[in-house]
């Protein structure tokens, strides 16, 4: 091979790698668009659950007596005590990870942890939902069976 032919070969190979180069960064890029977008979409999604749980709950709260209120109420400030003890460790992790360095790592794992508690948190509410589905089904056959015509 000539040394001519050598050349005009390695500037092919490099115009090839940049295109190469740059077909990947734009790839990259909209893969980030789309997970951002994915991310937006499940934080919509999530609120929109959020908000419909929000008006079960009311709708239960009204039909719900004294007692099953009371109840309520001492397990939802149950749970906001221990959100808030979360919130504030999860504070002093992220001062201890931007002190260090290490903030954007903590970040990722931090969002990670968060979005897996929401999720059990979420299949939990889905079993109250249906445990609560059953037994009014039963409470309704019940009733019905008990019933003259």
């Given at each position: 091979?000539?040394?001519?032919?050598?050349?005009s070969?390695?500037?092919?190979?490099a115009?090839?790698?940049?295109?190469?180069?740059?077909?990947?960064q734009d790839?990259?890029?909209?893969?980030?668009?789309?997970?951002?977008?994915?991310?937006?979409?499940w934080?919509?999604?999530?609120?929109?659950?959020?908000?419909?749980m929000?008006?079960?709950?009311?709708?239960?709260?009204?039909?719900?007596?004294e007692n099953v209120?009371?109840?309520?109420?001492?397990?939802q400030?149950a749970?906001?005590?221990?959100f808030?003890?979360?919130?504030?460790?999860?504070?002093?992790?992220?001062?201890?990870a931007?002190?260090?360095?290490h903030?954007?790592e903590?970040?990722?794992?931090?969002?990670?942890?968060?979005?897996?508690?929401?999720?059990?948190?979420?299949?939990e509410?889905?079993?109250?939902i249906?445990?609560?589905?059953?037994?009014?089904?039963?409470?309704k056959?019940?009733?019905?069976g008990?019933?003259?015509?």
């Amino acid at each position: 091979m000539r040394l001519s032919d050598m050349f005009s070969t390695l500037a092919d190979n490099a115009r090839t790698y940049e295109k190469r180069v740059a077909e990947w960064q734009d790839e990259m890029t909209a893969r980030n668009d789309e997970m951002m977008a994915s991310a937006r979409k499940w934080q919509e999604t999530a609120m929109q659950r959020q908000d419909e749980m929000n008006r079960q709950i009311r709708g239960y709260f009204e039909e719900a007596g004294e007692n099953v209120r009371n109840q309520w109420q001492v397990m939802q400030t149950a749970w906001e005590d221990q959100f808030q003890k979360m919130r504030e460790k999860g504070e002093e992790m992220r001062a201890q990870a931007t002190k260090s360095g290490h903030f954007p790592e903590w970040a990722e794992a931090y969002a990670a942890q968060m979005v897996g508690f929401a999720q059990k948190m979420q299949d939990e509410a889905a079993n109250a939902i249906a445990a609560a589905t059953e037994a009014r089904g039963k409470d309704k056959s019940k009733d019905s069976g008990t019933k003259t015509v």
